[in-house]
């Protein structure tokens, strides 16, 4: 089983900027696909991005196509999630999740989580 620690969350006018970080430890990172999910309140958690072992291939949802960016560090054990002109609508707490498999496409399924770190866009 994989840690992961998600940083950088916080409150942001409308139309900024926010990089959250995602610190995984426990098994080999640079092996896995990782991604980013989200829970407003009141509704069910939804992906927003994701990046294969290598970094080589990107999903996003429709809603952050173009304004958010995952990366990934390998070196570093960290993946990134890079959110501009941010909306209040992007208002949730991001978790952070790691692959259940290997060597994967990077679309899941996904088997660990970290705690979550809230960002709140106002208006």
């Known amino acids: 089983q994989v840690q992961l620690v998600e940083s950088g969350g916080g409150l942001v006018q409308a139309g900024g900027s926010l990089r959250l970080s995602c610190a995984a430890s426990?098994?080999?990172?640079?092996?896995?696909?990782m991604g980013w999910f989200r829970q407003a309140p009141g509704k069910l958690r939804v992906f927003v991005a994701a990046?294969?072992?290598?970094?080589?291939?990107?999903y996003y949802a429709d809603s952050v196509k173009g304004r958010f960016t995952i990366s990934r560090d390998n070196g570093k054990n960290t993946v990134y999630l890079q959110m501009n002109s941010l909306k209040p609508e992007d208002t949730a707490v991001y978790y952070c999740?790691?692959?259940?498999?290997?060597?994967?496409?990077?679309?899941?399924?996904?088997?660990?989580w970290g705690q979550g770190t809230q960002v709140t866009a106002s208006s």
């Open positions: 999740a790691a692959e259940a498999a290997p060597y994967k496409l990077g679309r899941g399924p996904f088997d660990s």
């Open positions: 990046i294969n072992w290598s970094g080589g291939s990107t």
């Open positions: 426990g098994r080999t990172f640079s092996s896995y696909g």
